[in-house]
């Protein structure tokens, strides 16, 4: 996650805390979609919404979410399928289209279909549950967080089809890890 720095009429400013060269880099943002993260419930899933599942494999043969996200209909078969998910040992990783949602006493059962296939994974009550929704671009001032993915241009700026903005004060707790 970075946080912005400043803005220009098309750029943002980001600082990426985390990396060995943590200095600022300019993002073209002009022509990007922008979603706020907000806080939802697990009654919020529907069938047929497209999601992401972080989780990570039980010693019950069970996948237990460990953050469930919302996307939009304009994010429909992003990273679809089901793979390796490093921030967790055991880490799993899925997204794909919601068949049905059932209660349990322990929780929710999540139940996905995918290109290559399908899979359930047990929801807690602590799971985090976020949706993406479209942002007004004014979100992005000084301290939002920002998760982006841009592409090196050939003069070197980085260009973004879409900024994942975390306000300050907007979103509480967004994703714990």
Not at 43 to 69: M, N, R, W, Y
Not at 90 to 118: F, L, P, R, W
Request: overall charge positive; some cysteine; hydrophobic content about 35%.
């Amino acid at each position: 996650m970075s946080s912005r720095d400043s803005a220009g009429a098309n750029s943002a400013c980001v600082r990426r805390p985390w990396s060995a060269g943590a200095g600022a880099s300019r993002s073209a943002v002009s022509r990007c979609e922008n979603f706020e993260v907000e806080k939802r419930r697990l009654c919020d899933i529907k069938p047929g919404d497209f999601v992401a599942s972080g989780g990570v494999h039980g010693t019950d043969g069970q996948i237990h979410a460990v953050e469930l996200s919302i996307f939009p209909e304009s994010m429909r078969g992003v990273g679809e399928g089901q793979r390796p998910w490093d921030v967790k040992p055991e880490g799993v990783m899925t997204n794909a289209t919601v068949g049905t949602v059932s209660q349990t006493a322990a929780g929710g059962i999540v139940h996905v279909s995918y290109k290559d296939g399908e899979s359930e994974y047990v929801a807690g009550p602590d799971v985090p549950v976020l949706a993406y929704v479209l942002a007004d671009r004014t979100l992005l001032k000084n301290g939002a967080a920002v998760v982006t993915i841009a592409v090196k241009q050939p003069d070197g700026s980085l260009l973004t089809s879409r900024a994942n903005i975390y306000a300050p004060g907007r979103c509480s707790r967004c994703i714990k890890r």
